[in-house]
């Protein structure tokens, strides 16, 4: 029988995987860093570790008060040039080109124990030696001792610099073409959606239905006017996918307050706008008031020398009209296809946003926590696995319960009072935590219990997370 030599060291469990950061983090020389040994650092350290480079979203650790760094495979692209370098270093050292932004919130989550999520975050981090500007959605979760203390800090994100660039180019596009409309003579606005609401409405446009507070009302609502005369309905057959044309038809407008509707003659176009996929969103609108050319032709019946020279002049004035509506139908052409090019990026960044949200319901599908998401009203929305298994239910058998109603609690006496009120606590923007023993399927267990709100970037609390980890032994832990 074999043995092993007496400095043989096995790796420990929760340092199993992960990757090229795995095999990383285990040929560490731990033993001369102030961390120390694997086989020395605390049970809630590895299994936030243990977590960490077994989750496929860029996750990183900041553990200790000098918030020595970790990070897995996903993670090792957030520093560029200072992977793998930054492996171990204090936070301050690895990330001081932004520390002035970061470390506050750094500070704040290590000493008073409160989560923080940022978006759309502008980091000036330093890659290839320049300051780049990059934006980044981010976590800082604090990672607590047994005892309850802040050991560490637990950090997911990722970067959207694309897609806030991206947002600013079609905005600064959408600018250039409104500009371009606003200086056209004729009269041109944009409809969304199908209650006709106006998007846009250019000087000559406003001078034809003569209204100037239009833009976010319905057609309905700023020219009232026009319902009864039937071109609510022509644009409700537009906004069906039929583009429409008109002639010198005529239309009457209240054009001052409070005077009666004047019958106008205009030369209408109505076409569809489509999105990406095909489906109509909008309506655009070329209008012409060419009332004084109807009245102009009325007189120039009078005479045969006046119908002579004002047939010439309409011809002229009919030519032009058809090169500005072919110049015009050619810019609409050009904004389609502007505006489904600027839809396909807009669905690209949306599905890269998506994978990222798959990422993160991988890392949410986690054994080692009780995992669920709950409305600001407290109505379980999901679970993970884990939960489900502890008292055998599927999925829906509690989603769009009260949270305190479900099968983890009833069977405690207490318990739903308590767990009512942490998460009423909850979304009062407040985080609730407690130690909890239930009366599960398999027998009573304790757990760290806690319910934490869930904040978009307005501040507007949009979810609440309970969580829960059983409490144990160390060594128990680690078995398991």
């Known amino acids: 029988m074999s043995t092993l030599p007496p400095s043989f060291s096995p790796v420990p469990g929760f340092l199993q995987g992960g990757g090229a950061m795995g095999e990383r983090i285990r040929a560490f020389d731990w033993a001369n860093h102030p961390m120390g040994p694997p086989q020395g650092w605390s049970p809630a350290l590895r299994m936030a570790l243990s977590l960490c480079l077994n989750s496929s979203f860029p996750t990183a650790i900041y553990w200790g008060p000098e918030m020595f760094v970790l990070y897995n495979d996903a993670w090792s692209a957030i520093p560029a040039d200072k992977h793998p370098w930054i492996l171990g270093k204090p936070a301050r050292v690895g990330w001081s080109d932004i520390w002035d932004i970061v470390g506050p919130q750094f500070e704040h989550v290590l000493h008073h124990g409160e989560g923080i999520a940022t978006y759309e975050q502008m980091l000036p981090m330093v890659r290839n030696e320049k300051p780049c500007e990059t934006w980044w959605n981010y976590s800082l979760t604090p990672i607590r001792e047994a005892d309850h203390s802040v050991g560490g800090i637990f950090n997911q994100g990722n970067e959207i610099t694309a897609v806030v660039q991206g947002r600013r180019a079609r905005q600064a596009e959408l600018l250039r073409w409104q500009e371009i409309f606003q200086r056209s003579p004729a009269g041109i606005a944009l409809l969304r959606g199908p209650t006709h609401v106006y998007e846009f409405a250019n000087d000559a446009y406003l001078r034809v239905v003569g209204k100037v507070d239009i833009i976010g009302r319905t057609v309905s609502e700023a020219v009232p006017e026009v319902v009864d005369q039937g071109y609510v309905a022509v644009l409700d057959s537009v906004y069906a996918g039929k583009p429409f044309i008109g002639s010198s038809l005529p239309v009457k407008l209240a054009r001052e307050p409070g005077e009666p509707p004047e019958e106008r003659l205009l030369d209408f176009i109505f076409q569809p706008v489509r999105d990406a996929a095909g489906a109509v969103e909008g309506i655009f609108i070329l209008v012409t008031d060419v009332t004084e ?53 807009l669905t690209q960044a949306l599905e890269a946003q998506a994978a990222a949200m798959d990422r993160l319901r991988a890392a949410f599908a986690t054994d080692l926590i009780f995992q669920g998401f709950m409305d600001p009203q407290g109505t379980l929305l999901d679970a993970n696995s884990t939960s489900l298994a502890a008292i055998g239910c599927r999925l829906e058998d509690v989603v769009g319960k009260p949270f305190w109603e479900t099968p983890w609690f009833t069977a405690t006496p207490g318990a739903p009072q308590r767990v009512r009120a942490a998460v009423e606590q909850a979304r009062h923007g407040r985080k609730a935590q407690t130690e909890m023993t239930v009366n599960l399927p398999q027998g009573p267990g304790s757990f760290l219990f806690s319910v934490r709100p869930v904040v978009n970037a307005r501040g507007e609390i949009v979810g609440l997370v309970p969580e829960a980890i059983a409490l144990a032994e160390p060594s128990r832990q680690l078995a398991t």
Do not use: F, P
């Open 293 to 345: 050319r109807a009245r102009a032709e009325s007189a120039l019946r009078l005479t045969n020398w006046q119908l002579g020279e004002e047939r010439a002049r309409l011809a002229s004035t009919v030519e032009a009209e058809q090169r500005a509506r072919t110049a015009l139908r050619r810019m609409t052409d050009t904004l389609e296809a502007i505006v489904k090019s600027r839809t396909a990026e």
